[in-house]
């Protein structure tokens, strides 16, 4: 199991091992800046009402999962009051994935149906090519689509719609 190529991660998602290219540097560089637009108001607080953890590619543990490793995720600190000194166990409240031509397809068909199983609330989907966020709310195990925003909007998304998110930040910069 630890046969793993240099720029492979690896995932056990309900018992079955899954290998995925390492995201490239500019699809991370959109779940930083989302990580940070999210991070300040929500997880510290500042300009925001705080409540939550905001964590960029945690390392999760959870039933038949040992490692699950969404691109953000967030649990709400009524929940989880304090994070662990070692593995995280407890299942987060939001995932995001940042959606590259080489994970789109396990993200969508794989992790999504995953997700869901283990009742994470909310889903967003970033799509840095074609500069689309879509979020889904999880009701009756079941996603429904809440929208999908783009370009240079700034919309207000569940779970953290008490701010508005410019998008634009996080699209990949143009090849001019």
């Known amino acids: 199991m630890d046969d793993l190529r240099p720029n492979e991660r690896r995932e056990v998602l309900d018992g079955v091992v899954y290998t995925q290219p390492h995201p490239w540097p500019a699809y991370m560089r959109t779940a930083t800046v ?13 300009r925001g009402p705080g409540g939550w953890w905001i964590l960029v590619g945690p390392g ?18 009524e929940r989880l009051p304090r994070l662990p000194e070692e593995d995280l166990t407890v299942t987060p409240d939001w995932v995001c994935e940042i959606l590259t031509p080489n994970t789109r397809n396990y993200d ?56 508005e998110l410019p998008l634009s930040d996080l699209w990949l910069p143009s090849e001019d």
């Open 34 to 46: 989302l990580g940070g637009h999210l991070s300040c108001p929500f997880d510290s607080g500042w």
């Open 60 to 77: 999760i543990e959870l039933p038949d999962s040992p490692e699950v490793v969404p691109d953000l995720a967030g649990w709400r600190r």
């Open 108 to 163: 969508q068909r794989i992790k999504k149906p995953f997700y869901a199983k283990h009742g994470i609330t909310w889903l967003w989907l970033v799509d840095p090519e074609a500069h689309v966020l879509t979020a889904h709310r999880l009701r009756n195990g079941r996603w429904h689509e809440l929208g999908a925003w783009g370009d240079d909007e700034c919309p207000c998304i569940e779970p953290f719609d008490a701010i």
